[in-house]
């Protein structure tokens, strides 16, 4: 079983800043991928920030610049730093990981999201 569980959400005045963390636990033989992905009312589910085989990065066009991506591989965690924030970026943001498994078995997971909230 594997669980992802996000942290760092919050209420934030528009040009303020956040960052989210997100911890993978359980029986986790390699992670591939993981990322963030947000979902803000009625909207689809969308890509914010992805780390792909733990080096390359990859950015939504609307955050590029504003938010960072890290990984801290000993403790399966990833962050996400968000500055200059503004009312587009409120949603509920999800941790998504694609790992390895034992039995050569791979799966993707999601946590069960942090919301962000942008709001003066």
């Known amino acids: 079983q594997v669980q992802l569980v996000e942290s760092g959400g919050g209420l934030v005045q528009p040009g303020g800043s956040l960052r989210l963390s997100c911890i993978a636990s359980g029986t986790i033989l390699r992670i591939n991928d993981m990322g963030w992905y947000r979902q803000a009312p009625g909207k689809q589910r969308e890509l914010v920030a992805q780390?792909?085989?733990?080096?390359?990065?990859n950015y939504a066009d609307s955050v590029k610049g504003r938010f960072t991506i890290s990984r801290d591989n000993a403790k399966n965690t990833i962050f996400l730093q968000m500055n200059n924030l503004t009312p587009a970026d409120t949603a509920v943001y999800y941790c998504n990981a694609n790992v390895n498994l034992p039995s050569d078995m791979r799966g993707e997971f999601w946590g069960l999201g942090t919301q962000v909230t942008v709001s003066s």
């Open positions: 780390l792909i085989s733990g080096s390359s990065t």
